[in-house]
T-cell receptor
Framework: GENVEQHPSTLSVQEGDSAVIKCTYSDSASNYFPWYKQELGKRPQLIIDIRSNVGEKKDQRIAVTLNKTAKHFSLHITETQPEDSAVYFCAASQWNNNDMRFGAGTRLTVKP | ETGVTQSPTHLIKTRGQQVTLRCSSQSGHNTVSWYQQALGQGPQFIFQYYREEENGRGNFPPRFSGLQFPNYSSELNVNALELDDSALYLC????????????FGEGSRLTVL
């Protein structure tokens, strides 16, 4: 089955700096790669996703890149703000999501 | 539009007991997935239900079982509880027409003593 590894486990940046979180996956059949943000005591919420037919997707300060050959994808947050502080999870699955595998998470702290 | 709701929010059980967790899917969603999230870990896929049938299962023993009802709500049952079953159990609903996004509930936090 799919195995998703995520790095780093913790990341601390100054407000305004960029943050990058990286994930690798093992199953070449995976074609859907979402990123979820989970604030303390809250539910995970989708912030951005990418499908295997594109290499990059951007939404305001957030971007995701995908390298299918190397089986890795990354989340980039620019101009970080204190409210970006949370745990971020990457995930990988095939189109029907019936076995979506999550990384272990990255705790991002943005210091004012 | 009503989001995903789960009950109970918190519960405490002892080893060997059985527990049932409930989930109501978001309006219009016919697929429900269950995840176990241990403290400090990512969600681990337990199983998924689609149109009242199991549609994929993760690496969990048979004492983890589920149901989906005609209104697409779902239950997760865990028998013979073990200490390691202590976790946040997340339910997520989705719809084939929404291109993959999972909508999570707030979770049920289970503590096994």
């Amino acid at each position: 089955g799919e195995n998703v590894e995520q790095h780093p486990s913790t990341l601390s940046v100054q407000e305004g700096d960029s943050a990058v979180i990286k994930c690798t996956y093992s199953d070449s059949a995976s074609n859907y790669f979402p990123w979820y943000k989970q604030e303390l005591g809250k539910r995970p919420q989708l912030i951005i996703d990418i499908r295997s037919n594109v290499g990059e997707k951007k939404d305001q300060r957030i971007a995701v890149t995908l390298n299918k050959t190397a089986k890795h994808f990354s989340l980039h947050i620019t101009e970080t703000q204190p409210e970006d502080s949370a745990v971020y999870f990457c995930a990988a699955s095939q189109w029907n999501n019936n076995d979506m595998r999550f990384g272990a998470g990255t705790r991002l702290t943005v210091k004012p | 539009e009503t989001g995903v709701t789960q009950s109970p929010t918190h519960l405490i059980k002892t080893r060997g007991q059985q527990v049932t967790l409930r989930c109501s899917s978001q309006s219009g969603h016919n697929t429900v997935s269950w995840y176990q999230q241990a403290l400090g870990q990512g969600p681990q896929f337990i199983f998924q239900y689609y149109r009242e049938e199991e549609n994929g299962r993760g690496n969990f023993p048979p004492r983890f079982s589920g149901l989906q009802f005609p209104n697409y709500s779902s239950e997760l049952n865990v028998n013979a509880l073990e200490l390691d079953d202590s976790a946040l159990y997340l339910c997520a609903s989705s719809s084939p027409g929404q291109a993959g996004e999972l909508f999570f509930g707030e979770g049920s936090r289970l503590t096994v003593l």
